[in-house]
């Protein structure tokens, strides 16, 4: 790490701690040459392989823009959606891949999307699971309530 006052090739790191809820370090860091001190932050980066084959950066930004067309209209909420997108982002960490492919991005949201929003996650569906027929969407309901029988109701309040 070039200290970026004197531009000297090496530091020292004083202090380390994790921010971010443990997403990254910021590490305190001392240099040998001028003794001034500055602080980096570092981040294990995810990479999103797209269908052309050009890779970038993961954006949670765009899982809610793409999840948010699937909402258009429905009962969610902005902080409902940044939650899907961490929880998305989460479990692609927990994969243990330094990059992914977009479409497995895709499929990454269906299962917290259907606990979401049921319509939402049908449109969603339609597309990353190529629905190409109503039969398709047919069965695509016909699971979610064979699912929906297994679970307990909610309580009347």
Same mark, same amino acid.
């Given at each position: 790490?070039?200290? +970026?006052?004197?531009?000297? +090739? &090496? @530091?020292?790191?004083? &202090?380390?701690?994790?921010? &971010? ?31 052309? !084959?050009? @890779? *970038? ?15 258009? !209209?429905? +009962?969610?909420?902005?902080? *409902?959606?940044? $939650? =899907?997108?961490? *929880?998305?982002?989460?479990? #692609?960490?927990?994969? !243990? ?11 990454? #949201? =269906?299962? +917290? $999307? ?7 996650? $049908? ?10 027929? $109503? ?5 695509? #309901?016909?699971? =979610?309530?064979?699912?929906?029988? *297994? ?7």
């Amino acid at each position: 790490m070039h200290c +970026p006052f004197c531009r000297h +090739p &090496d @530091s020292r790191v004083v &202090d380390s701690r994790t921010a &971010d809820d443990g997403a990254s370090i910021r590490r305190r860091r001392q240099c040998p040459n001028c003794s001034r001190r500055f602080s980096t932050v570092e981040t294990a980066s995810l990479a999103v392989v797209k269908r052309s !084959g050009v @890779s *970038e950066p993961f954006s949670r930004a765009k899982v809610i823009a793409g999840v948010r067309k699937a909402c258009q !209209g429905r +009962p969610v909420s902005d902080d *409902e959606l940044a $939650l =899907l997108a961490q *929880e998305v982002e989460e479990a #692609i960490r927990q994969s !243990g891949q330094a990059e992914i492919d977009a479409h497995d991005v895709g499929l990454a #949201i =269906l299962q +917290p $999307l259907q606990d979401l929003d049921l319509v939402a996650y $049908l449109r969603f569906a339609s597309v990353y699971q190529g629905f190409e027929s $109503l039969e398709d969407f047919e069965s695509a #309901i016909a699971r =979610l309530r064979a699912e929906g029988a *297994e679970t307990p109701a909610p309580a009347a309040p």
